[in-house]
């Protein structure tokens, strides 16, 4: 499994027969190299979106167009993608799961909002926010996707007992540092932990060495924009 950080809350995942683009935004991330949008999406077979928000979901219409591949989102935003954007789209629901090739992958619930704020006009409600179970190679991950500490981790955590977590721990729009932490002790059993949704914008957490200080014995890995690590 080849895990790549695209920045903020997007990632590359290539698992199983599988290359899974997740959050993808690239045009805006402030933190996103130039140049190099070619080979975070070379050979991308899904898209999925945890929620409508810019940061997350503004630049999936315009990369299925140019991967080809099928967006998997919640209802209302895969709706709106299809009807509204002209791209292809799949909409699903909390506690369903879909199959892609030798991977599945399984909507949770997260604690966040979830419009569309990226029109130029005020924001559209799009359905509710979401994570992702996603089950390949012998591992399941855990992506938190914007969220906040949730008594919904508990059950989580023991349902699909992930082994793998992809944190949201930037703090102010979602858990911060010691938020993240703390629920990666309380709810789960990871052996790895990869931060996101920090470093991006100033409000945010700067680092997340503070999230390796309070998790010893978890291999917390902090890649760089655009380095992949292999588990």
């Not at 027969?17 to 993808?24: G, K």
């Not at 591949?69 to 879909?98: P, W």
């Not at 892609?100 to 799009?126: E, K, N, Q, R, Y």
């Not at 993240?180 to 002790?185: G, I, L, P, S």
């Amino acid at each position: 499994m080849k895990i790549t950080w695209l920045g903020h809350s997007g990632f590359r995942i290539a698992i199983g027969d599988q290359i899974l683009l997740i959050d993808p935004w690239i045009t805006g991330n402030p933190v996103f190299p130039a140049g190099r949008e070619a080979e975070a999406i070379a050979g991308a077979t899904a898209i999925l979106l945890t929620h409508g928000h810019g940061d997350h979901a503004s630049d999936a219409p315009r990369l299925a167009g140019l991967t080809g591949a099928m967006i998997h989102a919640g209802h209302e935003l895969a709706e709106y993608i299809e009807i509204v954007k002209g791209a292809r789209a799949q909409g699903f629901g909390r506690g369903g799961t879909i199959r892609l090739g030798d991977v599945s992958v399984s909507m949770v619930p997260a604690s966040h909002s979830a419009s569309i704020d990226w029109t130029g006009s005020p924001a559209i409600p799009a359905g509710g926010e979401a994570g992702f179970m996603i089950a390949g190679e012998g591992h399941m991950i855990y992506l938190s996707g914007d969220t906040g500490i949730m008594a919904d981790m508990g059950w989580m955590g023991e349902y699909y007992k992930p082994d793998i977590g992809i944190l949201a721990c930037g703090g102010h729009y979602t858990m911060d540092i010691d938020g993240a932490a703390w629920a990666a002790r309380r709810f789960f059993d990871f052996k790895t932990v990869i931060p996101c949704h920090y470093r991006t914008f100033g409000l945010l957490a700067q680092s997340a060495d503070g999230l390796a200080a309070a998790l010893p014995g978890i291999d917390v890995r902090r890649p760089d924009v655009m380095e992949t690590i292999e588990i």
